[in-house]
């Protein structure tokens, strides 16, 4: 299969990931109504929308700030750097039992969506302006005060591929993001990396680093 790179395409057909896209079976279909308010939501606040791992994502000031996703038990929307909204009602959810930054809102239906409209449009605004002014979220080094770890092809590809892992290690801790950037740096052959990524993929999404049980 083949990803989606345009936006409409996801709520026509779904995201491009599985033999079920384009079908009645995909994901989409079931929470399509919510899927267009979250859509009517992000762009209504001035958001710019692309397709980042074949689902819908909003950008401002070139920060990512969101991004949605249709699962067979729900639907969510999922903010990009949370650590640095302000959730005074405590409605963020985290990615998994680890995670230590909630930024996840889950749905099961429409009704919730016009419900907590209010409150995503706060935190949207929260973040582009820190979009605008620059705000790094807490933990985050000031250039040059460390080596930066580059991804490996590997991971970039199976991020690329694979928008739940891409949206859990999106939300893991920078140092846990490091640790794993560091230890995939080390195999020297790209069949172990790829076997390493398919290693953590479940510590990743549970939001633990690597050598976290």
Known sequence: MVMITD???FFTKGCGRCARFATPE????????????LRRICRGAGLEETVKWGHPTYVHAGRNIAILGAFRGDFRLSFMNPGLLEDTGGVLQPQ?????????IRFTGTQQVR????????????LMEHARSGTKPPGTKPPGTEREIVPCDE???????????AEAF????????????????????????????????????????????
């Open 7 to 9: 936006a409409d395409d």
């Open 170 to 213: 999106h939300a893991l801790t920078p140092g846990r993001q490091r640790s794993y950037l560091f230890d995939l740096g080390r195999a020297k052959r790209p069949a172990t990396r790829r076997a390493r990524i398919e290693k953590y993929r479940g510590g990743i999404l549970a939001g633990k680093g690597p050598s976290e049980r």
């Open 155 to 165: 991971l970039i590809e199976a991020l690329d591929t694979d928008p739940e892992l």
């Open 115 to 126: 419900a907590m409209e209010p409150v995503i449009r706060v935190f949207l605004r929260q």
């Open 96 to 104: 998994g039992p680890n995670s230590r930054t909630p930024g996840t």
């Open 26 to 37: 995909c994901s989409t279909r079931a929470w399509i109504d919510g899927l267009n308010a």
